[in-house]
């Protein structure tokens, strides 16, 4: 049995609002409900059978485009349903807080099409709806096809995106930690004043990217600035996360390569005056599990049948910006630039034996992923989740989907208990918000983190 890590994994269920999202096709799976995307019904189960073992979270990816880099167009993505179509997770969330007590919700939202003052009242109208039980995924948006969709010619170029992100960041936290003071809600009812107008401040930002003078609408919520998620795996991006980000995906590197990255990052929060322990590291990973080795065999089996070879190479043509229907030569040699997400363009473009067999791509397995991809029994699982914490430095996993709900019954019901018994999972949800649950420090974020600049 591999020595277990001193502690406890993290685990958050990802999806997107959309039938399709990672092993496109499944959503044609005998008892797939997939296709009950547009039901509250639907997520209000999503969300207790996540609650039920213990989940940190649902999180949900979003994108603001369609995928129409393969074949220059759009028309795969649409016929395989190929994270397509996309709903908005937010308006879900609501629902699912109010059947749930202690699971928490991250959503994406991209700040490249939303003025700061407005995404900042959403989330703080989200944290007052949830107790405090959300978190944002902040992404600057890698598809041309959005960017087109909201008005502009492309997408601007990779690093000035993050460039805007910051200043963005600056403004949101003005507003959630500097407008209100904590003590400015007074609720007299025998004065008829509920808020006392000294306590309340109007913010003012001048800047490169942004300009702007208001007071947030939202009084101060559990959390003020939501749990902060990331997923940037370029050096621009790292160095994003080591400021801002208390969780960051990591993805699409061998476990030992993996613990050198996060150490960077860690090394790079110390650097910038941030505990390098306040950020949480999270795999995605895909797991297949039953009772015996034959049973989740045959499983596998019965859901690669599923997989659409097509529909996921239009969605991995999307997110790399390289379309997989074409020759690659163009690429390889650098004559020919991606424009999509850097990480996943430059896993592709590494695996040589891909980039000779694109079918690969097209099938449900590992080597189409860039993540931790298990099939075995609930012990095997375990073992394997327990070797990539220890190796990988990592602190959890985002579980996809893979003929939902019944992967999370599974993992409820079989896996979970295995991880109890190791001592490696919890019993029981911590008190209070999303953050306190993830760091048992309090509901506020914490310190050395640059949102307490804005603090009144």
């Given at each position: 049995m591999t020595k277990p890590p001193c502690k406890e994994i993290s685990v958050n269920a990802f999806y997107a609002n959309s039938p399709g999202q990672n092993w496109i096709g499944l959503w044609s799976m005998p008892g797939s409900r997939a296709a009950e995307y547009k039901s509250l019904d639907y997520w209000v189960d999503v969300a207790r059978i996540s609650e039920r073992g213990l989940f940190d979270s649902v999180f949900f990816a979003?994108?603001?485009?369609?995928?129409?880099?393969?074949?220059?167009?759009?028309?795969?993505?649409?016929?395989?349903?190929?994270?397509?179509?996309?709903?908005?997770?937010?308006?879900?969330?609501?629902?699912?807080?109010?059947?749930?007590?202690?699971?928490?919700?991250?959503?994406?939202?991209?700040?490249?099409?939303?003025?700061?003052?407005?995404?900042?009242?959403?989330?703080?109208?989200?944290?007052?709806?949830?107790?405090?039980?959300?978190?944002?995924?902040?992404?600057?948006?890698?598809?041309?096809?959005?960017?087109?969709?909201?008005?502009?010619?492309?997408?601007?170029?990779?690093?000035?995106?993050?460039?805007?992100?910051?200043?963005?960041?600056?403004?949101?936290?003005?507003?959630?930690?500097?407008?209100?003071?904590?003590?400015?809600?007074?609720?007299?009812?025998?004065?008829?004043?509920?808020?006392?107008?000294?306590?309340?401040?109007?913010?003012?930002?001048?800047?490169?990217?942004?300009?702007?003078?208001?007071?947030?609408?939202?009084?101060?919520?559990?959390?003020?600035?939501?749990?902060?998620?990331?997923?940037?795996?370029?050096?621009?991006?790292?160095?994003?996360?080591?400021?801002?980000?208390?969780?960051?995906?990591?993805?699409?590197?061998?476990?030992?390569?993996?613990?050198?990255?996060?150490?960077?990052?860690?090394?790079?929060?110390?650097?910038?005056?941030?505990?390098?322990?306040?950020?949480?590291?999270?795999?995605?990973?895909?797991?297949?599990?039953?009772?015996?080795?034959?049973?989740?065999?045959?499983?596998?089996?019965?859901?690669?049948?599923?997989?659409?070879?097509?529909?996921?190479?239009?969605?991995?043509?999307?997110?790399?910006?390289?379309?997989l229907s074409r020759d690659l030569s163009g690429f390889v040699n650098g004559s020919e630039k991606a424009r999509g997400i850097g990480t996943i363009t430059e896993f592709l473009l590494k695996e040589e034996k891909s980039l000779d067999r694109l079918k690969d791509y097209a099938k449900f397995g590992p080597q189409a992923g860039r993540e931790c991809f298990i099939v075995g029994t609930p012990s095997q699982v375990a073992d394997t989740l327990i070797q990539w914490m220890n190796e990988a430095e990592i602190d959890g996993f985002n579980l996809h989907r893979s003929g939902e709900p019944q992967h999370l019954i599974d993992f409820v019901d079989l896996v979970v208990p295995e991880l109890q018994n190791r001592g490696v999972y919890k019993t029981a949800y911590r008190e209070g918000s999303f953050r306190n649950k993830l760091f048992g420090q309090g509901d506020r974020i914490g310190s050395g983190h640059p949102a307490l600049n804005y603090r009144v």
């Open positions: 979003d994108t603001s485009g369609v995928h129409d880099v393969y074949e220059g167009s759009a028309r795969a993505t649409i016929e395989r349903a190929g994270m397509f179509p996309m709903n908005d997770p937010l308006l879900v969330i609501p629902t699912m807080a109010h059947a749930t007590k202690n699971l928490s919700f991250g959503v994406t939202a991209n700040l490249s099409y939303e003025p700061p003052y407005a995404l900042a009242r959403r989330f703080s109208t989200l944290d007052h709806l949830t107790n405090g039980r959300i978190s944002w995924n902040i992404v600057t948006g890698f598809q041309d096809s959005a960017a087109r969709a909201m008005g502009r010619d492309k997408q601007h170029e990779h690093d000035r995106r993050y460039d805007i992100a910051e200043e963005y960041m600056e403004v949101v936290y003005k507003l959630w930690e500097g407008s209100w003071e904590d003590d400015a809600v007074v609720l007299d009812k025998a004065n008829s004043i509920y808020a006392r107008a000294d306590r309340v401040h109007e913010v003012s930002h001048e800047g490169e990217h942004f300009r702007m003078r208001g007071i947030h609408l939202c009084e101060p919520s559990m959390q003020r600035t939501p749990v902060l998620f990331q997923a940037g795996g370029s050096a621009r991006g790292r160095t994003f996360a080591a400021r801002h980000a208390e969780c960051l995906f990591i993805n699409g590197l061998p476990s030992k390569a993996t613990a050198e990255r996060i150490r960077s990052v860690r090394e790079e929060a110390r650097s910038l005056g941030r505990n390098p322990e306040d950020i949480k590291f999270i795999m995605m990973a895909t797991i297949v599990t039953a009772p015996t080795e034959a049973e989740a065999r045959d499983k596998y089996e019965m859901i690669s049948r599923y997989v659409d070879g097509e529909g996921m190479l239009a969605v991995r043509s999307g997110l790399s910006g390289i379309d």
